[in-house]
């Protein structure tokens, strides 16, 4: 064995799989913190116990990958491998539910997430684009999840009955937690109470980043006209919690301007779901994904707003 293969050899046996795998979970929402990944962990199990073993299936397939590929051992430890594949995993039990085919399609679609990965990485790092350092975030679970989307249809299972509010401060108000929980496709708010909890563990200004996307979320859903039944469940909303935190703290370094940029990210966000959703496609996190593109996009010729 030449000295190179034995030094990747020992640097993957060195590889703390069990960080890696569960810092997948809250690499989610940007962050790199075991107790955020095991609370983000607790809320996939209030939903259903099925879920979380996909989930935890397709975080596994997608580290270990990723890892086989070439991925540095910091960055497969600190959970940048994982988290596509472990949102794959989610969506394939919204998709196809806990039955045995289920398990399979977890574990393939997180293995897939890698190398749709390295390809999005390559096309933001070795074309014109390379300028902006954009980051590739969950697009690829979008591509792969939609791939399951389309190849699954005579094993797709019926949706549960979406719970309504009885007024619309209330849906107001139980949309708070699910725009969270709906970030990993869950409706639930228990599960959403229990992963904003692991985000103010991770940060406090992560923590009211999150709290402010889902406000400006849900008040712009409620604004441009989605139904009150999709507002409360989450639906309109939980991009625009994932925009606000990667605008405010994640992709640029926290200021004034950055919180601004935030505020009207999100407001745009909530723009593209619902142009999205009157589309009648699969949603998924693009209103985030190609909303936090364009405005890193726009903040890289903003002198003030500073990359991280």
Request: glycine letters at 8%.
């Amino acid at each position: 064995m030449s000295s190179t293969s034995a030094a990747q050899t020992k640097d993957r046996a060195d590889t703390n799989w069990f960080l890696a795998i569960g810092q997948g979970l809250s690499q989610i929402f940007f962050q790199s913190n075991i107790w955020t990944a095991l609370l983000i962990l607790a809320a996939f199990v209030v939903a259903d116990w099925r879920m979380a073993v996909l989930v935890l299936l397709g975080a596994a397939a997608g580290t270990v990958t990723g890892r086989l590929m070439g991925a540095p051992r910091d960055n497969v430890v600190s959970g940048l491998q994982g988290f596509c594949g472990a949102l794959v995993g989610a969506a394939t039990f919204s998709i196809v539910g806990g039955q045995a085919a289920a398990y399979p399609i977890a574990i393939v679609g997180g293995i897939i997430t890698a190398p749709v990965t390295w390809l999005v990485v390559w096309l933001f790092t070795k074309t014109a684009l390379k300028v902006y350092s954009l980051p590739s975030t969950t697009a690829p679970f979008c591509i792969v999840a939609t791939g399951i989307l389309l190849t699954t249809v005579p094993l797709h299972v019926s949706a549960a009955p979406e719970q309504t509010a009885d007024s619309v401060w209330l849906g107001f108000l139980r949309s708070l937690l699910t725009n969270v929980s709906q970030v990993v496709l869950i409706d639930n708010v228990w599960a959403g109470a229990l992963i904003l909890l692991g985000l103010f563990v991770a940060s406090w200004k992560v923590g009211i980043a999150a709290v402010l996307g889902s406000v400006v979320g849900s008040l712009c859903a409620l604004a441009l006209g989605e139904t009150l039944t999709e507002t409360a469940n989450g639906l309109a909303g939980y991009s625009g919690v994932l925009t606000a935190i990667a605008l405010s703290v994640t992709f640029l370094k926290s200021s004034s301007l950055s919180w601004i940029l935030a505020v009207i990210g999100t407001i745009v966000t909530a723009l593209v779901t619902l142009f999205m959703h009157r589309l009648d496609v699969a949603t998924y996190t693009w209103p985030y994904i190609l909303t936090t593109w364009v405005f890193l996009i726009i903040a890289h010729y903003i002198p003030a707003a500073k990359r991280t």
